[in-house]
Each structure stands twice: as structure tokens, then as C-alpha cells.
């Protein structure tokens, strides 16, 4: 069974029939015991970053998150990918830190959020495809990176280390190439 981390933030109902078209069983909680009979975790999100890391602490999820972090194949989706890194100028919060990096305002001589198809550049041919982003912040790292898209500037598109993968843009909302993505991730990810 596959959890998708319900704590009020995300488009869960997208990504809930997203994942159930792939075939895996999936419950949407914010139960600690059901988090840890999941074999695999999803965070996903949509929204402000404080508001998801306040979300996070008033349902008591950070000891279960930690410890998830640790013991399973664990998946951030958009927000849920920012949020595994260590801060966000989204409300000057710290975030779960379990990634090395930083997330700030995306800014040049683009539109704001990023919204739209972006092709993906990556060392791992399959996935150098176009997929849908809509992102006002961006991750700032240089450890992890599988994927980026360019946004004027490189956009940090997929992380990985170990079994805990972020994917900033929505693959239930990138066709048949982002399912193809997304259940890459919950099989085990991109590095082989």
C-alpha cells in the first residue's frame, strides 16, 4: 500500500487516481500507524511552504516522517519536494532538512509561478521528456540533482539519495511520460 500524506496541503484527489491507475493500492492518511504500514510514503503539496511545514507540526507528523524518511521509499511531489530540504525564504521557515538545500523565489526575466510544459535534461535518457511545472520557488542544491529544466536558469526538476526522491513538477499532470516518471519513483527511483 502506497500512503499520500494528508495534512491539507495538496492535490490529492489528481494524484490519488494517478497512482491508482498505475496499479498500487493507496490510502490517503495522516495517521502515524497507518504511515508506518505503508510500504511507501508520498508527500505531495500544493501551497505556501510555512503553511505546510505548520500543517505538518500541529498533526504531530515530524517524529513519523523522520522515522518514515529512514524505512521506506519516500516520495515529495512539488511542495512535498521543497519541503525535504533544509529552509524556504516561503515564509523564512525551516524545512524537514532532510535534504542539503535551500528554496527561494524564482526571479529573472520570466513569468512567475513557472507554469507550463518544460523539457527535462538528465543523464538518465528516460527521462529527458517534457513534463508540467507550476512553481513560484525553486530548490536550490547542488547535491542529489537527476533532472533540471531550464527556466532562464536551471530549475532543479528531480532529486534523489537513497530511496528519498523529490520531483518538483506534477507527474500526475504530465501524461503518459509523467505516470511513466512517477512509477519509476515509487519502484525505486532513478539510480542504477
Request: charged residues 20%; proline residues 4%.
Amino acid at each position: 500500500m502506497i500512503a499520500i500524506v494528508d495534512y491539507g496541503l495538496g492535490n490529492i484527489a489528481n494524484l490519488t487516481n494517478a497512482v491508482e491507475f498505475l496499479g498500487y493500492e493507496v490510502e490517503v492518511t495522516n495517521d502515524p500507524e497507518r504511515l508506518k504500514q505503508a510500504d511507501r510514503i508520498i508527500l505531495p503539496g500544493v501551497g505556501h511552504f510555512k503553511d505546510a511545514m505548520n500543517k505538518i507540526n500541529e498533526l504531530n507528523l515530524l517524529p513519523v516522517l523522520e522515522q518514515l524518511k529512514e524505512t521506506k521509499p519516500f516520495l515529495g511531489i512539488c511542495l512535498g519536494m521543497q519541503l525535504l530540504f533544509d529552509s524556504s525564504e516561503e515564509g523564512s521557515v525551516k524545512g524537514l532538512g532532510y535534504l542539503p538545500g535551500d528554496v527561494k523565489k524564482i526571479t529573472g526575466n520570466v513569468s512567475v509561478p513557472h507554469l507550463g510544459w518544460n523539457k527535462l535534461a538528465s543523464t538518465v535518457p528516460s527521462l529527458n521528456d517534457d513534463v508540467y511545472f507550476i512553481h513560484s520557488f525553486k530548490v536550490h542544491t547542488d547535491q542529489n540533482v537527476i533532472a533540471t529544466a531550464e527556466y532562464e536558469e536551471d530549475v532543479v526538476a528531480i532529486v534523489q539519495k537513497d530511496q528519498l526522491i523529490g520531483i518538483q513538477f506534477h507527474p500526475e499532470k504530465s501524461g503518459e511520460k509523467g505516470l511513466k516518471i512517477l512509477d519509476q519513483a515509487l519502484k525505486g527511483g532513478f539510480l542504477s
